[in-house]
């Protein structure tokens, strides 16, 4: 029995950057998740999915990741998401540095 579709997020790594971006509804990229494009539908999902690897020149290793909805955008469902967008773990940079994520 096939498990139901949850609700998902088309991220990737930036090709230059290394940073972890998230698709937007209008075909960009941003590295903050809250502004990611929320995909309820399984078919749209893997269109999604699709448009984001054939961005080759812009990222690498674009997947699916599980989220949900929350107050101020979508919001990871698994811990390895949640790590993943709040940057490297072995010194404060990037993303770290900012107040925010403090």
Known sequence: MARAFTPKVVTANDLI???????????????????AELITDEADAQIRLLDAQRQAV??????LAD???????????HFREDFRRTGPSNYAHGKQEAQANV
């Open 58 to 63: 812009r990222v690498v290793g674009a997947y």
């Open 17 to 35: 950057e290394g940073d972890v971006i998230y698709m937007t509804a209008d075909d960009s990229w941003t590295r903050n998740l809250a502004e």
């Open 67 to 77: 989220a949900k909805p929350g107050l101020n955008g979508p919001e990871p469902t």
